[in-house]
Each structure stands twice: as C-alpha cells, then as structure tokens.
C-alpha cells in the first residue's frame, strides 16, 4: 500500500533526493540551471509530495517517491551474482595481490550495492 504524499520525510530522503538529481544531472537530462533549482527545492521538501514534481518529468524517481517492489529487489540482488562469483574465482585462482585487490574491490562493491538494496529505507 503506497503511502500518503503529506507523510513527512528527513534528511535521508532529502539527501537521496539530490543524489539521483546529480544522477540526472550528470546524465545530461538537466541544465545547470534546472539542477540548482530541484536541488534547492530538495532540500526544503517536508513530505514526499515536495519531491514528486522535481522527478516528474525524469525517467526515474527516488525509492521514498515510488518504492521497490520485493520482484524488483530480488531481480537486482540476481544481478549482482556473477560479480560475487567472479571475485572468489579470482581470489582461488589468482594468488596474487593484484588479483586479490580486484577481488576485494568486486565484493566490497556487491556488499554495498546489496546494502542498498535491502538496508534501511528498501521498501
């Protein structure tokens, strides 16, 4: 059940707000000037209906505008499993420090992004 635009929201969403503006940002999808704006606006939104509008002409809105669905969750965790795989391969088969700095970097990158998706604020 979606919740109620005039819920209140904190600095979290406000920050994951401007997040994915400089996503869009750096995607090319707003100016300069456009960018300033949402984000100024972002940051005095008191409910999710204030960051409504700056994603509505945007491909995609933040996780406390539009939620994840669990298929949605669990697709994206499928996703990160041949990364897993890969860096223990090289990690068994690569005994040397590059191979192991690589492996590390691959799982430290598939902990965050799982972190993400079912840490605090997931749905």
Same mark, same amino acid.
């Given at each position: 059940m979606a919740e109620p635009p005039d819920i209140r929201i904190g600095t979290a969403e406000r920050e994951e707000a401007? =997040? /994915? /503006? $400089?996503?869009?940002?750096? *995607? $090319?999808? /707003? =100016?300069v000037d456009e960018f300033d704006e949402r984000v100024g606006l972002a940051n005095l939104a008191r409910t999710r209906g204030d960051l409504v509008p700056l994603f509505a002409d945007l491909p995609t809105a933040p996780a406390s505008v *539009?939620?994840? =669905?669990g298929r949605d969750t669990a697709t994206d965790l499928v996703t990160l499993v041949p990364f897993a795989l890969a860096a223990l391969l090289l990690l068994v088969v690569l005994r040397n420090p590059i191979g192991v700095l690589i492996a590390v970097a691959i799982l430290v990158f598939v902990v965050r992004r799982g972190y993400r998706l079912l840490g605090p604020g997931s749905g």
């Open positions: 401007v =997040t /994915l /503006l $400089g996503e869009h940002f750096s *995607a $090319g999808r /707003l =100016t *539009a939620r994840r =669905t």
